[in-house]
C-alpha cells in the first residue's frame, strides 16, 4: 500500500512530444511536491502545491506545468520535450505547509528524452 | 550555486565500524536538516533530523551532529551493517518551511 505513487515509473519518448507524469499520495497531507534529479544526481525543488494551490514554483521553464486536481494528486505535464529534460521525477508531500519535518517521496519516474 | 556540499561522492566501510558521513553548508539561514537514504529504484526515505537549537540527535544506531559554527554536520552509523549500503543524501531547509535543498549524495557501501 505505497504512500505516495508516481506513474509511469519509466517513460522514455522523442523530442518534441508531451508526456505527463501522475502522482497520488494516500497519506492526508496537505502539500505535494515535484523535484528533479538531474545527471548530476541533485535533487532540486521545481514546484510545490498546497491544497490545489501552487506556492512554490522554482524558475521553471514554462514547458512544464503542475496540475493538482485535489489535494491527493499532483500530475507534471512537460510539452516540447528537450534532451535536457531526461532526469529522474519525484514527487513528495508532507502534512503542512509550515513546519519543521520530512518529505515523504514517490520511487521516482525516469524520463529519457531522445 | 551548491548551498549544501557532500564532498565524499562514496565512502567504504567494514561491517560493524562506524560509518561517518559528512555535509557542509554555506546558506547560515538553514534551521533544519535532514539525512535521507536511498535504494537504487527507489524513492529517499527519512533517516533522521536535527534542527539549530540543538548539536546532537540520536535514533538507535544512527546519530547527527551538527556544529553550526563550522557549518557542517555529520551522520554517524555505528555499527554499520550491509543492508546500509545505499546513498545517503544530506538536505536543508530555513525559516520554517518544506522546501529542502539537497546535497549529491554520498554512496555508502558497507562490506560484510
Known amino acids: 500500500d505505497t504512500a505516495v505513487s508516481q506513474t509511469p515509473k519509466y517513460l522514455v519518448t522523442q523530442m518534441g512530444n508531451d508526456k505527463s507524469i501522475k502522482c497520488e499520495q494516500n497519506?492526508?497531507?496537505?502539500?505535494m511536491y515535484w523535484y528533479k534529479q538531474d545527471s548530476k544526481k541533485f535533487l532540486k525543488i521545481m514546484f510545490s502545491y498546497n491544497n490545489k494551490e501552487l506556492i512554490i514554483n522554482e524558475t521553471v521553464p514554462n514547458r512544464f506545468s503542475p496540475k493538482s486536481p485535489d489535494k491527493a494528486h499532483l500530475n507534471l505535464h512537460i510539452n516540447s520535450l528537450e534532451l535536457g529534460d531526461s532526469a529522474v521525477y519525484f514527487c513528495?508531500?508532507?502534512?503542512?505547509?509550515?513546519?519543521?519535518?520530512?518529505?515523504?517521496f514517490g520511487e521516482g519516474s525516469r524520463l529519457t528524452v531522445l | 550555486d551548491q548551498q549544501v556540499k557532500q564532498n565524499s561522492p562514496s565512502l567504504s566501510v567494514q561491517e560493524g565500524r562506524i560509518s561517518i558521513l559528512n555535509c557542509d553548508y554555506t546558506n547560515s539561514m538553514f534551521d533544519y536538516f535532514l539525512w535521507y537514504k536511498k535504494y537504487p529504484a527507489e524513492g529517499p526515505t527519512f533517516l533522521i533530523s536535527i534542527s539549530s537549537i540543538k548539536d546532537k540527535n540520536e535514533d538507535g544506531r544512527f546519530t547527527v551532529f551538527l556544529n553550526k559554527s563550522a557549518k557542517h554536520l555529520s551522520l554517524h552509523i555505528v555499527p554499520s551493517q550491509p543492508g546500509d549500503s545505499a546513498v545517503y543524501f544530506c538536505?536543508?531547509?530555513?525559516?520554517?518551511?518544506?522546501?529542502?535543498?539537497f546535497g549529491k549524495g554520498t554512496l555508502l557501501t558497507v562490506n560484510p
Open positions: 497519506l492526508g497531507h496537505d502539500t
Open positions: 513528495a508531500s508532507s502534512p503542512m505547509t509550515q513546519g519543521f519535518g520530512e518529505l515523504f
Open positions: 538536505a536543508a531547509s530555513a525559516g520554517s518551511n518544506y522546501k529542502l535543498t
